[in-house]
């Protein structure tokens, strides 16, 4: 079954809500522990009262009853309970009607409002300051400063040990906002760690394997479309020298991700001295489709470049030589790299732009994809697209041009 509503809604307006299991526990032993001491005859004022005997019980079933609702209106609670206690000053007294009149006090420091938490320490202060200075004036005996720290033990003193325990708990609650905020970010950061590195592990895949497997599809098809056994043992060597060399790509690869932090020495990474065994690959891919390819470089002298920009820079070169060994039509694809002390990288990868005769690999776009994101990643620039063809070459290229910044420096030694 369900569990019963939190409260009962009187006249539709006013909601009763639901006691605390502890609650119940303290007001029930309160009243018991008090009705145990009014049957013994143990009273805190011996007896003096012109009430009957069992007046005592009634100041103290209030205060017991306002118990149940400590948590839910200390405000209230506190105010009944201060009239209880007042009201047992004219019986013959209880201690547990004291007793539960300090627990009222600090239940309405720690489960009041703010404002309540402030103000009840502070007036509990004055009243204590101002009972021990009255008593002592009026009774002219040094037995009212006494009774003024008595009344400050019954309502000071559990009133600072609720602000104590307050703060304690707020403090809790902030630490453990401040873990779940923390381990909520901690989360994030894996997720867009682990989203970035998915992303890395597919520019490198596609980069790496597309070039081999676009020269094996157009060779292939060409092989399979033509019936000349010259053509097609040429197109099996060239499948061949891919296919050796994109199963070595794809060990390198497999080698990257199964890497541990104890290896001494990390797995190599493409630079630019291996662009032109690339453009070397790159004409004998190209040969049958008309393609012829050049490596212009015309960088200075100097130290090294950073890794990570002559990784981008090769990756960018082995996509465009892909893209046109699948798309350019006959003519020449020109590489052309420039680079000056303190200046930024640029490279420039040109093809025929148009339509051409033969087998052609299909595309999906991934490879532009991922020259944006390498370039985005360096904070550099890139572009591509058709443009027009330079003097005595073809009317339109196709024309792709990254800029790599080299922050200052951060350029190695070769």
């Given at each position: 079954m369900r569990r019963a509503a939190a409260g009962r809604v009187?006249?539709?307006?006013?909601?009763?809500?639901?006691?605390?299991?502890?609650?119940?526990?303290?007001?029930?032993?309160?009243?018991?522990?008090?009705?145990?001491?009014?049957?013994?005859?143990?009273?805190?004022?011996?007896?003096?009262?012109?009430?009957?005997?069992?007046?005592?019980?009634?100041?103290?079933?209030?205060?017991?009853?306002?118990?149940?609702?400590?948590?839910?209106?200390?405000?209230?609670?506190?105010?009944?309970?201060?009239?209880?206690?007042?009201?047992?000053?004219?019986t013959v007294g209880s201690l547990f009607t004291v007793l539960a009149f300090t627990d009222v006090v600090y239940a309405a420091v720690v489960y009041g409002s703010p404002a309540t938490a402030r103000r009840v320490p502070v007036t509990a202060a004055l009243l204590t300051v101002a009972s021990a200075i009255g008593l002592m004036v009026l009774l002219q005996d040094p037995e009212g400063l006494f009774l003024g720290v008595l009344f400050g033990v019954l309502t000071l003193t559990p009133s600072i040990t609720g602000v104590v325990i307050r703060n304690h708990r707020e403090a809790a609650g902030a630490a453990r906002l401040r873990a779940e905020q923390t381990a909520l970010l901690a989360e994030m950061d894996r997720v867009q760690a682990v989203a970035a590195e998915r992303a890395r592990m597919a520019r490198e895949l596609h980069d790496m394997v597309a070039n081999h497997l676009s020269a094996i599809a157009i060779h292939s098809t060409a092989a399979l479309s033509l019936d000349d056994p010259g053509?097609?043992?040429?197109?099996?060597?060239?499948?061949?020298?891919?296919?050796?060399?994109?199963?070595?790509?794809?060990?390198?690869?497999?080698?990257?991700?199964?890497?541990?932090?104890?290896?001494?020495?990390?797995?190599?990474?493409?630079?630019?001295?291996?662009?032109?065994?690339?453009?070397?690959?790159?004409?004998?891919?190209?040969?049958?489709?008309?393609?012829?390819?050049?490596?212009?470089?015309?960088?200075?002298?100097?130290?090294?470049?950073?890794?990570?920009?002559?990784?981008?820079?090769?990756?960018?070169?082995?996509?465009?030589?892909?893209?046109?060994?699948?798309?350019?039509?006959?003519?020449?694809?020109?590489?052309?790299?420039?680079?000056?002390?303190?200046?930024?990288l640029t490279v420039t990868v040109s093809s025929p732009f148009g339509s051409r005769p033969g087998p052609r690999a299909p595309g999906s776009g991934a490879g532009l994809v991922g020259m944006r994101e390498r370039v985005a990643l360096l904070g550099g620039e890139i572009t591509a697209g058709p443009a027009a063809g330079p003097p005595g070459g073809p009317a339109r290229i196709w024309c792709v041009r990254a800029v790599l910044p080299v922050p200052d420096g951060k350029e190695h030694s070769a």
């Open positions: 009187l006249d539709g307006r006013v909601t009763i809500p639901r006691p605390h299991r502890d609650d119940v526990l303290i007001g029930a032993g309160t009243f018991l522990g008090g009705l145990l001491l009014w049957s013994l005859g143990l009273n805190l004022h011996g007896g003096h009262s012109e009430l009957p005997h069992w007046a005592a019980l009634v100041p103290l079933a209030v205060i017991c009853a306002q118990e149940l609702f400590r948590r839910s209106l200390p405000l209230t609670t506190l105010a009944v309970g201060t009239l209880a206690l007042i009201a047992d000053l004219f053509t097609t043992r040429q197109a099996l060597g060239v499948i061949r020298e891919n296919s050796v060399a994109g199963l070595a790509e794809m060990r390198r690869l497999i080698g990257l991700l199964r890497q541990s932090d104890d290896d001494d020495e990390p797995a190599a990474a493409p630079t630019l001295a291996g662009l032109e065994a690339l453009v070397r690959q790159a004409c004998v891919n190209g040969a049958g489709s008309g393609l012829d390819f050049a490596l212009d470089d015309r960088r200075e002298d100097g130290p090294a470049l950073p890794a990570p920009v002559e990784l981008a820079a090769y990756r960018i070169v082995q996509e465009s030589l892909t893209n046109a060994l699948k798309h350019a039509a006959p003519g020449e694809v020109r590489v052309q790299l420039t680079h000056a002390a303190g200046r930024a």
